[in-house]
Each structure stands twice: as C-alpha cells, then as structure tokens.
C-alpha cells in the first residue's frame, strides 16, 4: 500500500498541475532557472549552492537545508511530473512546462516584466505620434500596446492558478 495520490509531501496536492507544482515554490523555480542557464544540465552540488546563495544563506547549514529538501521533496517532485531527471548527482532537464516559460519573462520579484515595459513603451510612441500628427505610428503603438497586454493577463492568469492551489 502506498501513499494516496494527492497527499503530497508537506500537504502539497499531487495532482497539480506540473506548472502550477513549479510555481508554487521558490526552490523549484530557482532550480528550474539554474538548469536552464546550464544548458540542461548540472551537478546537485552547484544547484544547493545557488539556491542557498540566492535565499541570502550560504553558511553550511542551510545549504544542507536546501539539499535535503531537494533529494525528498522537490527533485522527486519534478521527476514524477517528467521535467527533470535525477540520476548520479546530475539533475537534466527533460521539458519545461509551457506556462512556466510565460511566467519566467519576470527576471525577479523587484523587477518588472517585458509585457509592462512594452505596455510603457507603446504609450510613448503613441503620444509621440499623436504630437507628430503621424497616424501609422499611432496604428503601431496601439497593435503593440493591445498585444502586451494580452500578454500580461496570460502571465497573471498563469501567476493566479499557480497561487491558488
């Protein structure tokens, strides 16, 4: 008899979603990012360090933190969703769940995504056009503009299941 499906570890649903399980945690996201400023591929051991760096802790304790959470929660996590494939202290990525790659356009919590700044620039160009009289511009900026938004609503719709399981 094993586990029932959906009692995951810390009380964490099973049966998620592979992007929503991914952005649900910070720890996933930065080993997802790490993996792919590697080319796919990278040792555990670089992987705690980054994460351990990257959570503002990098003394030995915590790093051992990290690196238990990853062998039984988080590696296993991502195995069983078909992202990643642990084997011999090498961590691979398989496949990148498409809503993440939407979401991951944010480079950090402080900064602000491609879909806003692209939004702000669009406003410029319309107002510039509208000063310079220069309808093509006008017609350009609002194509733009309207496809940036689109594009921050499909971030925020991933961002908002993600939170809400």
Known sequence: MGIP?????????????????????????????FLQDNNGKAELREIVDFIAENEGQNDRKHRKSVYVSLLQTHIPKMERAGIIK????????????????????????????????????????ALLGIWLNNIPLVIISAIYFTLSIIQHFKTYRVISRSSDQ
């Open 5 to 33: 499906r959906g009692a995951g570890v810390n009380g964490e649903n099973d049966t998620m979603s592979p992007s929503s399980m991914i952005l649900g945690n910070d720890r996933r996201m930065l080993l997802l990012r």
């Open 86 to 125: 642990f084997d011999h202290n090498t961590v691979n990525l398989l496949k990148v769940p498409e809503d993440v790659d939407v979401y991951m356009e944010v480079v950090s919590k402080h900064d602000i995504s491609w879909s806003t700044f692209y939004s702000g620039v669009s406003v410029l160009f």
